[in-house]
């Protein structure tokens, strides 16, 4: 059985994901234990006095919030993810598009585009103007199918593929620290 040979992440979309891991996790850590500051630390038997130990906190935020933005920054700058070809091959496999004994060179792709969601595109080899495309008989005309074809595709995907968990999942571990601390502050709030 060959396996499919991934490009590896670039070194410096690795080193921003694993500083917003890190970061993330530790601030999740420290909301779930209830962590305080306290005014002093000893570091290698020097002893340190902090006037103001939440100010800690709230510099573990900028440094969260700045990881965010250069992990964000770097995956821009990575090539196809997969992610996208995946969940569009995914789409397409819903759809009963080729009839194995006839080829009229009909051929099929999905497009990701607001407010549509996605469309279902089709290009005919033999009658069509070769830069002319359009959207297809087949495509599905409920919203709310495609957004739950969609929703379905992307978790198939996460399920199954490794690159959502290498790309996507820091974007939801860097979610729960700030869902613990707005959750607190409007828990903090109502009583």
Do not use: C, H
């Not at 496999?93 to 607001?114: E, K, P």
């Not at 103007?129 to 359009?134: A, E, H, L, N, V």
């Amino acid at each position: 059985m060959s396996q499919k040979k991934r490009d590896p992440m670039g070194a410096d979309l690795l080193r921003q994901r694993r500083n917003l891991l890190i970061t993330s996790l530790g601030l999740a850590a420290a909301q779930l234990a209830g962590a305080t500051f306290q005014g002093s630390a000893s570091i290698f038997g020097a002893g340190i006095i902090f006037e103001e130990p939440v100010n800690l906190l709230y510099g573990t935020w900028v440094l969260w919030g700045y990881f965010l933005l250069r992990y964000w920054q770097y995956l821009g700058e990575e090539g196809d993810l997969g992610i996208s070809k995946a969940v569009s091959a995914w789409l397409l496999a819903r759809f009963d598009l080729y009839n194995d004994d006839y080829d009229d060179g009909t051929r099929y792709w999905v497009g990701f585009r607001l407010p549509d969601i996605w469309i279902l595109y089709e290009y005919n080899e033999k009658r069509d103007d070769p830069d002319m495309s359009s959207k297809s008989s087949l495509d599905v005309q409920s919203f709310l199918v495609k957004i739950f074809l969609l929703t379905r595709a992307y978790m198939v995907v996460a399920w199954k593929t490794p690159r959502f968990t290498d790309y996507m999942l820091p974007f939801f571990v860097a979610a729960f620290p700030l869902a613990f601390t707005i959750f607190r502050l409007i828990a903090s709030n109502q009583s």
